[in-house]
């Protein structure tokens, strides 16, 4: 007998965020590397400060991804999905607006943005989807969330390289 993919409504709402949350979170984390002349023209920002913090980014998704699925365990994934969110826009926020040379920088870009992408990357999505699936249709549901993260990567740059050329860098950001 043939399953249902949707074995009720909270199923598609579930798969549903997480392939928005995804594709925003991971997009958004792809297009930085279009804003480093913009960086260092108005900045100041090197190359090396700027990988730095990319390399930060990095360290800290690794260890706050652990840390988010605990949470997301304990409280919910939505709740750890906001609270993920909540910190990216901080990040974002103090990048455009805040004293963004040197260690706050590092703080904005780094710091941050990869704590929040321990929360609203790969990990606690797809766990909460694979909660809402049963074992026959799981892997269909986690892979069309990794899906999103693919359209991510691919529409969020185009979107940056535009809005780029029609505004600044700073309404760019504000617009994430």
Partial sequence: MMQKFFDNRLSLIVLSSACCVILISMGLRQTFGLFFEAFENGLGVTRTEFGLAIGIQMLFW??????????ADKFGGNKAVFLGFIIFALGIFMLYSGPNTGIYFQIALGVLVGTALGATAIGVPVSEVGKHF???????????????????????????????????????????
């Fill in 134 to 176: 049963p074992n026959e249709t799981r892997t269909i549901a986690t892979g069309i969330v990794t899906a999103a993260a693919s359209i991510g990567y691919f529409l969020s740059p185009l979107l940056t390289k535009y809005s780029l050329l029609q505004f600044d860098w700073e309404d760019t950001l504000r617009y994430f």
């Fill in 62 to 71: 690794g260890i706050f991804a652990p840390i988010f699925g605990i949470l």
